[in-house]
């Protein structure tokens, strides 16, 4: 049966990135009205052109809606904000507020009132014909989640988070009866964790119902009997969002967001069920057809056709012609018994004698055989080829085993256990890319640029210098199970004997456990660390100490250099002892020297001239300058001779 399904990606489809297509209902045979999320958006489709009819944005996510007329020109939208939004044929009609939250809403024909249910006890009322709110429904329940109403006798039936379903006549606004459907779900063969309560509902005829829980059981009832008729479990403990009846084949469709079910009515036998990629909003059985079509979150609509319920619908009826060509009719085979086998084949197993027999049938470059006396004749000629493929199995899976190990013969004679390392992250790097298909990235091993690293003595890694411990707090517990293992490697090269069976080693959740741990324990690895560097650093202070004590001072003896005075160190001393000195014992000592003179002002304050000393370089730097200038002073020619004319000029007259 499941062979026999077609998928057709329509032209139902939000174009919108993130757009997801949440519920819908057909209101006739030829138009669909969809609304999606993100952003609030309802179109309408006409099958007959095949082609969106129009669009319209709200304000709001659509709860559910339902349409009123036999066409688009009434449309009543529950919002998510509490608002109850009309639609004409026009556009946006009214909208009004419902007290609390609304879940859901059915439509009483006879009295034009909406029913709401929602996050509250109460039901509310709403006539369209008197455009106001009437006296409201109390239920005993803390919420309402699904109601429904009745298509024959109109008995209104509400849902409870209870697990409890209430029938109400609205003739007299009484309750005329109570399903504890929570308390029924529960079998021998159900698990259930919670309280279920009722996620879906649906009435088929005067006299069945089918009630949905939130734990995932479906339960079909007689309005005449309390006990459900059959109870039927989606086994995934999720709710169930959806409940249609097919009448052609007495079937229920339940769906939740996972899976559509559907099962005989009768016997709860499943007929068939489908898992789409995506999860499950709702789910619309086109009227009198064999199309099902499922609004889930995804931008484009499932939509699955299965010519046993029904005919195609008329504007997609070249799927019934399509079905029939995809049909298959399984036929056995001539040859299916037979086995084709060469002359020489007939050779190997001494039956060249059959030629010509009936019990060869002559076909292109061979013949047929029984696959019965093809079978006794090869276990005659060849009584050991179960022995023989047995071995070759083993010796493939030991082929195998052996392709994992580390091959000995890389290991360089420097740094090994970082060669170790680089084997051991290789291998892991392959079995990622074979994941992802992705090409291998060379080795540093087989690189040249780094050959001199595992060749030349002098770039051995230091594992006890204080930057390696600091910068690789972890490596000291991975190099420990590096080391016995590349100890047990080298007994093997030594010994140079093939074992056939692997050594032992810790399992990968093992391995993946550790490294989660030391992860978590890195700051404490990095912590030991520089407190065994303090007390190393610390025995290492006291080692020097005694080693100075033990050792004897000898003088030193010092060369001056060519052209520089020996100074004896009273110099230093007498700075010394300066500097221990008081400030107003400096300024008498300064004085005495000539290198400070202090005078009073006329004003009364007092006036401090210091003259820095100056070191030999800038006295011999002055005395140049001085000398300097008395040369140029010399060479001088006086010009007090000179009158100058501006004396001898008349006056003016």
Known sequence: MHKCFVYLVGFFVFDIYFNVIFLFKCFTKDQFVLSGTYKPRIRCYDTYQLSQKFERCLDAE???????????????????????EFHSQQGHYYRTRIPKFGRDFSYHYPSCDLYFVGASSEVFRLNLEQGRFLNSLQTD??????????????????????????????????????????????????????????SALKFNGALKMAVGTSTGQVLLYDLRSNNPLIV???????????????????????????????????????FTSMEPEYDINDVCLYPNSGMLMTANEAPKMNIYYMPVLGPAPRWCSFLDNLTEELEENPESTVYDDYKFVTRKDLE???????????????YMHGFFMDIRLYHKAKMMANPFAYEEYRREKIRHKIEETRAQRVQLKKLPK???????????????EQQLTRKRKQKNMPSLLKDDRFKVMF?????????????FRLLNPLVSKTSE?????????????????????????????????ESSDDEKGWVEEVRKQRKLLRQEEKVKRQERFKEDQQTLLKPQFFEIKEG???????DSAKKQKLMKKTLGDRLKLEEKLGTLNVSDTTVGSKQATFRLKKSEQQKKQQEAEKQHRQERKALRRSAGHLKSIRGRRQQFH
């Open 564 to 570: 520089e005075e020996f100074r004896s160190f009273k």
């Open 232 to 270: 039927k479990d989606h086994q995934y403990g999720l709710p169930i969002k959806s409940i249609e009846f097919q009448h052609h084949l007495d079937l229920i469709i339940s769906a939740d967001s996972r899976i559509i079910k559907m099962w005989n009515k009768d016997t709860g036998k499943i």
């Open 62 to 84: 659509v709860v559910t809606f339902e349409i009123l007329s036999d066409d688009y020109s009434k449309i009543v939208f529950l919002q998510c904000d509490r608002f109850v």
């Open 455 to 467: 060749e030349n003595p002098d770039f051995q890694v230091d594992e006890q210098s204080e930057e």
């Open 348 to 362: 190997n197993l001494g039956l060249a004698h059959l030629i010509g027999s009936t019990l060869l049938r002559a």
């Open 481 to 513: 199970k590096r080391k016995k293992k590349l100890k047990l490697l080298l007994e093997q090269e030594a010994k140079e004997q093939e074992e056939e069976e692997e050594p032992e080693g810790k399992p990968s959740d093992a391995e993946s456990s």
């Open 414 to 428: 420097v740094n090994k256990e970082l060669a170790l390392k680089l084997i051991e992250e290789e291998g892991e």
């Open 141 to 198: 329940a803390a919420e309402n989640n699904v109601c429904d109403i009745n298509p024959v006798h109109f008995l209104f039936a509400t849902g409870t988070a209870e697990g409890k379903v209430e029938c109400w006549d609205p003739r007299t606004r009484n309750r005329v009866g109570l399903l504890d459907c929570a308390l029924s779900s529960v079998t021998a063969d159900t698990e259930i964790n919670c309280l279920p309560s009722i």
